[in-house]
């Protein structure tokens, strides 16, 4: 059973939209939500994380909005660009342990 | 910043070979793991280590050992392998054990087929 789901599969927006790209986990115990972002030919790269503690957390043209309530978060990508056409993988662990990766989405930006 | 390698880069194999997939870091993390990554499923752990000589069993161990035989140097090795382990494998380190505050920093990958 995948604890930590992502959706859209895949997303294409257009250059300067914001992308929103939703994650939901199951286990209650999960308070750390990192997204890492992935380029064709290479490993995953942090982008941006946040503690269940907060409900968001901004980097730039990245935020993460939490809902601890619900088991869900979001990662918007504003003023999309053609560089970050790559696939985003939501994850999650409890503090202190391995992090459980979901399924990615496949984002496109057409310029 | 962190500098994980992954050797080879691509690797064909038959069913029933036996395959080696190497790994290593140069920035004296403690932990390093293997990851397999395939279309509707993401990233899975397979095994990982906190130590020269430790090992610890993943999510989907089936089928792979692994052994950590430095700080340094990681691999995961397919004694009889299987079309179903026909994947993309990715090593990773990191400081510790993953906290709110570490990060993995992954290598380029190894692809894998098994024919």
């Known amino acids: 059973q995948q604890q930590v789901r992502q959706s859209p599969q895949s997303l294409t927006v257009w250059e300067g939209e914001t992308a929103i790209l939703n994650c939901s986990y199951e286990?209650?115990?999960?308070?750390?939500f990192p997204w890492y972002q992935q380029f064709p030919g290479e490993g995953p790269a942090l982008l941006i994380s946040?503690?269940?503690?907060?409900d968001k957390k901004e980097d730039g043209r990245f935020t993460i909005f939490f809902n601890k309530r619900e088991k869900k978060l979001s990662l918007h990508i504003t003023d999309s660009q053609p560089g970050d056409s790559a696939t985003y993988f939501c994850?999650?662990?409890?503090?202190?342990?391995?992090?459980?990766f979901g399924t990615g989405t496949s984002l496109l930006v057409d310029p | 910043e962190a500098a994980v390698t992954q050797s080879p880069r691509n690797k064909v194999t038959v069913t029933g070979g036996n395959v080696t997939l190497s790994c290593r870091q140069t920035?004296?993390?403690?932990?390093m793991y293997w990851y397999r990554q395939d279309t509707g499923h993401g990233l899975r752990l397979i095994h990982y280590s906190y130590g020269a000589g430790n090992l610890q069993i993943g999510d989907v161990p089936d089928g792979y050992k692994a052994t950590r035989t430095t700080q340094e140097d990681f691999f995961l090795l397919l004694e009889l392998a299987s079309p179903s382990q026909t994947s993309l494998y990715f090593c990773a380190s990191s400081d510790a054990q993953i906290t709110s505050q570490n990060t993995l920093y992954f290598g380029a990958g190894t692809r894998l087929s098994v024919l």
């Open positions: 994850a999650a662990s409890p503090m202190g342990y391995k992090l459980t």
């Open positions: 946040i503690r269940s503690v907060s």
């Open positions: 286990d209650s115990t999960f308070n750390y």
């Open positions: 920035n004296s993390h403690n932990y």
